[in-house]
């Protein structure tokens, strides 16, 4: 590169470098960005650097004084941005996302506490766009221009791409599926940059949107005809055996049904749900049904009725659609609604899906006292969590519908030896060695919750509902998990038999009495209509897929998120059909008459999600608008 003249490259290097500083120093001190370790530091200190090198770089198509002009007021710009979300984080403590910086009510809070946020310092983040204003007025030879050959720009912008990849790879080691998978706008912010953010925001925004727009009403009268031809009749006896109690659903994390009436190193693993279970309906064939949104899928199941999506979560990309949600239903029949979960407010989008479904209140981590003695792994202990949610869960009105987010079984599984009351197991899989003692603990933190209720006087008027939200023990660790089931090895038959995971009903003064196990097949989407059945509530206009678990002729029937389905004698995987009494392969024939139904199911809940459908579904005039 001896033609290479540093001089063409000083004035873009100068204001990459003073707006990368700056962002830097505004992350540090405007924002509350959670660091781990060097590693997270330094992917944090150089996100800013590719998303400034590509803008100002477009500076080097540019005769001088289109040039100036343009990196000023890409400079200002980039600024202005950068500002608005410290004064967005001033007042909502969480980064600017399209959607909610244009709804409307949010504008005008923002709008009417400007002056309150603004503090004279903030001036100075715009001391950069006047020191290059400076730069082109006063010192010009320091900026001089020089052209930028054609192959010059495609070496600066072939490095500008190694930035990027270089940075998204560090990201991809720290937070894997980033960009899929884990949603949560810190989490984003920190690994790819606050400016990578917003586009790529934007870009998921203005794809759901086009869908959005291409859609119209029709599409719903075939989806609601399907519905309607699927629904079952409620069970007469049990209609409205809650009716007005108040409702308490715990999403126990990464709970399996293997774990349940089993044992590890000849120790019981949950003996309270063990017990539980007998003063309960309890339901041995419940499959979960979510993809890549984990728990937030769950909660979308088992209070839509509706399928996650195959891709995303669609607690991040569709958080502002038209939903018809269980929150939103009981609000009309007077009931109060809460969510209670110890984590970052913002996490899987929570604080804005919320909204959508109805929520009147959100206890997230800023309501909870969290400190090193009582977290461990991913945040606050459950025993903590729910010692300290019942005072809260005391203040709401009732009836409320109160749903609790447990925390302390998750991957990777971490515990304290003081909480430790089963041993870890012995395998090659750490991750399924350690998962016991955690459940063992999740198992202990549900029996002091169930007890607090009792002393609160909060047990006798509920209905309490427990279900896990997913798998636990993923595939990699099908070797531990043959070895702890005694099995030669994990089939994909056994794979999607360890999909079940626990259901659990029960209504203080009636399951106590009669407790029953279920073992008709079903699945989160079951959840719904079942329960808003057992509150007396009639979901004729409502859309779902679930059937009422109750209901005499409620088929025996689970799709799985990635079209695998079970029935009542047969599990379809990856094409292939296995007899459920055998578990070996069979002929096809038998699971043909499902296929297409499975295939409907998942394809139709997608329309309505994809195309913001149930905007046309006007619940009050029961019809299609
Ligand atoms: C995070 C918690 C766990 O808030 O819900 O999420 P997961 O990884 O299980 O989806
Ligand atoms: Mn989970």
Request: aromatic share 16%.
């Amino acid at each position: 590169m001896r033609n290479v003249s540093p001089g063409k490259y000083r004035f873009v290097l100068i204001a990459t470098i003073l707006l990368w500083i700056k962002t830097y120093i505004v992350y540090k001190t405007c924002f509350d960005i959670e660091i781990e370790s060097w590693k997270q530091e330094f992917i944090l200190f150089i996100n800013p650097l590719s998303f400034l090198l590509f803008v100002f770089g477009f500076s080097f198509f540019m005769k001088e004084k289109a040039r100036n002009r343009y990196m000023i007021i890409t400079s200002f710009l980039t600024s202005f941005v950068l500002y608005a979300n410290v004064m967005f984080y001033r007042f909502f403590n969480d980064f600017i996302t399209l959607p909610v910086l244009f709804q409307t009510s949010n504008m005008g809070d923002l709008g009417n506490s400007v002056f309150e946020l603004f503090r004279f310092t903030d001036l100075m983040m715009f001391a950069d766009v006047v020191l290059l204003m400076w730069l082109v007025r006063k010192k010009s030879a320091l900026v001089q221009f020089e052209p930028v050959t054609k192959k010059e720009r495609r070496a600066y912008y072939f490095i500008v791409a190694a930035i990027a990849l270089f940075n998204l790879g560090l990201a991809e080691t720290e937070r894997p599926e980033l960009l899929t998978r884990t949603f949560d706008r810190e989490m984003l912010v920190k690994n790819i940059g606050t400016y990578n953010y917003h586009i790529y925001d934007i870009l998921l925004q203005s794809k759901s949107k086009a869908q959005r727009a291409l859609a119209d009403s029709s599409e719903l009268a075939d989806i609601e005809n399907y519905i309607r031809a699927n629904e079952k009749a409620p069970e007469k006896e049990l209609f409205g055996i809650a009716k007005n109690r108040n409702v308490i659903i715990v999403s126990m994390e990464s709970l399996q049904s293997f774990v349940i009436n089993n044992t590890v190193n000849g120790q019981e693993i949950t003996p309270f749900l063990n017990d539980f279970i007998k003063q309960s309906y309890y339901f041995d064939n419940f499959y979960h049904q979510t993809g890549q949104g984990k728990t937030s899928d769950a909660e979308f199941l088992i209070e839509n009725s509706l399928y996650p999506l195959g891709r995303g979560a669609v607690f991040f990309t569709h958080a502002t659609n038209e939903y018809m949600a269980t929150p939103e239903i009981l609000k009309k029949h007077g009931y109060y609604s809460a969510v209670f979960h110890a984590n970052n407010k913002s996490f899987w989008n929570r604080d804005i899906m919320y909204q959508s479904l109805g929520y009147d209140n959100y206890f997230s981590q800023e309501y909870f006292n969290v400190n090193e003695e009582n977290s461990v792994g991913w945040g606050l202990k459950d025993k903590d969590f729910f010692e300290q949610s019942i005072p809260y869960l005391k203040t709401l009105p009732q009836p409320f519908y109160a749903k609790f987010i447990t925390l302390t079984n998750h991957f990777p599984f971490e515990l304290g030896e003081e909480d430790k009351m089963v041993p870890e197991y012995t395998s090659n899989s750490r991750t399924l060695n350690r998962y016991f003692p955690t459940v063992r603990y999740m198992d202990e933190s549900l029996k002091t919750f169930i007890e607090g209720l009792k002393k609160e006087g909060l047990y006798e008027n509920s209905i309490i509902i427990l279900y896990g939200d997913h798998y636990g023990i993923s595939e990699n660790h099908n070797k531990a998990m043959a070895q702890y089931l005694g099995k030669e090895e994990i089939t994909p038959f056994d794979h999607v038999q360890l999909q079940r995971v626990p259901f659990i009903i029960h209504i203080p003064g009636v399951t106590d009495k009669h407790p029953k196990v279920i073992s008709k097949v079903s699945g989160q989407i079951d959840v719904k209509p079942t329960l808003l059945h057992l509150l007396g509530i009639d979901t004729k206009n409502d859309i779902h897929f679930g059937q009422d678990l109750f209901s005499k002729d409620k088929m025996d029937f689970a799709v799985l998120r990635d079209g695998s389905f079970v029935t009542k004698d047969y599990v379809f995987k990856e094409n292939v059909c296995y007899d459920k009494k055998t578990g070996l392969k069979t002929d096809i024939s038998h699971c043909e008459p499902y296929m297409e139904k499975a295939k409907q199911e998942l394809d139709y809940s997608d329309k309505i999600i994809y195309g913001d459908l149930l905007r046309f579904y006007d619940n009050k005039i029961k019809k299609i608008k």
